[in-house]
């Protein structure tokens, strides 16, 4: 028996872990972009922190397989890192579209509810870091016998500082019969600094983490009343919704009709139903470098160093080098990441404001709001190495047994040169074995096809020509990944 297995019984196994893995994290830009968000990194271990999140609830805690919710983007990535702990997810639900929490948890409660009447969900956000998780388990245990009778019940952190950047929740008495779960006074938004030493100070006040151990049929039963047409949405989105590749995919129409609300403004601040139970279990959402900075251990300087970095006469500062030598002198309370396509520079107490360089960056349409150099596919990765007028180098990587689709492009060429492994290329009606050293050429709009027969990766070099070289000039004939 592991350390957490013993804070929940066997009969617990009614509890289903529901990861919440939709999140952007553009507070963290360069590091997290829109198609490799935050929860998809290791920022705070050798694990990514959905992966962090995963390991929190195996069935050893306890629980039932994990749920896991995201978008379609997202989707064969977050498989993968799934995979990658032996773990078999209990389903995978895709968002066709972002409509917030309040919207998914209803679709993943009617999902649910339909298979197991009596399931709890712990609904809990995949960005998030617990340092301590059998005081979380701690926690889930003591909050079970409240979620059976109709709680919902959220739990509460100790405030360490006053932080304006966090939802509040006012604590109340004790419920009837236990001695952790409490009565929510009230829920309130980020408030101002000044308003957040008060509470901090007052000690009737907790962080809002976010997680949340209820009832699938008691929620359904709260939306009814509250919001009646989320609730509507989510059942068709979910009788409308099918298999895909292993994947739920909800109704892309009907979920579109929910309105776009949290589940704190949809249910919690207005249910009569809310419980919290307040906990110390080392928890931070990362969402800043400012919380990153707080989470990890400094050296003698009070600095965090990730990665290449020297330093001269640097303090109190985060400093991360994904990619090359990063050099800083003679700084105070900064942070500065650097990656292959991008530097942030910031003062530590303005990091919040990164989102409005984001903003700047999407206005302007460039890719590095959106994407690294590197792009994860389903069947490996391509990383762009040069470009310039009418050629573009790209860097592929293809996993054992996997093939790319099978394709056309009606303005570029393609030269393909095989550096390590062995490709089976279909171009037209030919099959061509390709060893290390071989070489192909892929006239316009030739019917081609590459495949990883092998069981080692596949690395090449893509060299491309042409009047117009962007991504969308891919017309898929087959594919492996539904993406026709």
Partial sequence: MTETSRFLDQDSFKIHPVILAGGSGTRLWPLSRAVYPKQLLALTSERTLLQETIERNLSDAGFAAPIVVCNDEHRFLIEEQIEELGVRPGKLILEPVARNTGPALAAVAVWLSRRDPEALMLVQPADHSIGAAAAFHRAVQSGIGAAEKGKLVTFGIAPTRPEPGYGYIKLGPLLDGSDQARHVDRFVEKPDPDTAKRYVESGAFCWNSGIFLM???????????????????????????????????????????????????????????????????????????????????????????????????????????????????????????????????????????????????????????????????????????????????????????AKLSLQKHFHRAEHWVVVRGTAMVQRDDEQILLRENESIYIPVGAAHRLENPGKLPLHLIEVQSGSYLGEDDIVRLADNYGRC
């Fill in 215 to 401: 009832s699938a049929r008691h929620l359904i039963a709260e939306l009814q009343r509250l919001h009646p047409a989320i609730l509507e949405a989510a059942e068709r989105a979910v009788d409308n919704g099918e298999e895909d590749l292993g994947f739920f995919r909800l109704d892309t129409a009907a979920f579109a009709d929910a309105p776009a609300l949290s589940i704190d403004r949809a249910v919690m601040e207005h249910t009569e139903h809310a419980a919290v139970i307040p906990v110390d279990m080392a928890w931070s959402d990362l969402g800043s470098f400012q919380a990153l900075r707080d989470a990890a251990d400094r050296d003698g300087d009070g600095n965090v160093v990730r990665g290449d970095v020297l330093t001269k006469d640097v303090r109190n500062s985060y400093l991360r080098a994904e990619d090359k030598l990063l050099a800083v002198i003679g700084m105070d309370d900064v942070v500065v990441v650097s990656t292959d396509d991008a530097v942030l520079v910031a003062k530590a107490d303005r990091v919040d404001e990164v989102s409005a360089i984001v903003a700047q960056l999407k206005q302007r349409n460039r890719q590095e709001s959106v994407t690294h150099t590197t792009t994860y596919r389903p069947w490996g990765y391509y990383r762009s190495v040069d470009l310039g007028e009418r050629f573009q180098v790209k860097r592929l990587m293809v996993k054992p047994g």
